[in-house]
């Protein structure tokens, strides 16, 4: 199961507010992109997803065949440039 750091979990809260996903029960579902990289997308979860709530609210939904390829990594975020951070994995 993927861990996900509070710093995070701030950060996918603050996409949710971005994306005006007002829905407390609708998250940010991660999920492989046809490029090879990870995308989120807003969605509501399913049977069997790893939930993971911030203030009353799903931000982040990571599905059973995501979670397989996942492992026990972590989800965090990083700063890049002054003011501006990246969810990683790691």
């Given at each position: 199961?993927?861990?996900v750091?509070?710093?995070?979990?701030?950060?996918?809260?603050?996409?949710?507010?971005?994306?005006?996903?007002?829905?407390?029960?609708?998250?940010?579902?991660?999920?492989?992109?046809?490029?090879?990289?990870?995308?989120?997308?807003?969605?509501?979860?399913?049977e069997?997803?790893?939930?993971?709530?911030?203030?009353?609210?799903?931000?982040?939904?990571i599905?059973?065949?995501?979670?397989?390829?996942l492992?026990?990594?972590?989800?965090?975020?990083?700063?890049?440039?002054p003011?501006?951070?990246?969810?990683?994995?790691?």
């Amino acid at each position: 199961m993927a861990e996900v750091t509070e710093r995070a979990k701030e950060r996918l809260l603050d996409m949710r507010r971005w994306a005006n996903i007002s829905e407390p029960d609708v998250g940010l579902r991660l999920e492989p992109a046809a490029t090879g990289e990870w995308r989120l997308v807003p969605d509501r979860a399913s049977e069997g997803d790893q939930v993971v709530e911030h203030n009353g609210s799903k931000v982040l939904l990571i599905g059973p065949d995501a979670s397989e390829v996942l492992g026990d990594r972590q989800v965090d975020c990083h700063e890049t440039t002054p003011g501006e951070t990246h969810l990683v994995l790691t």
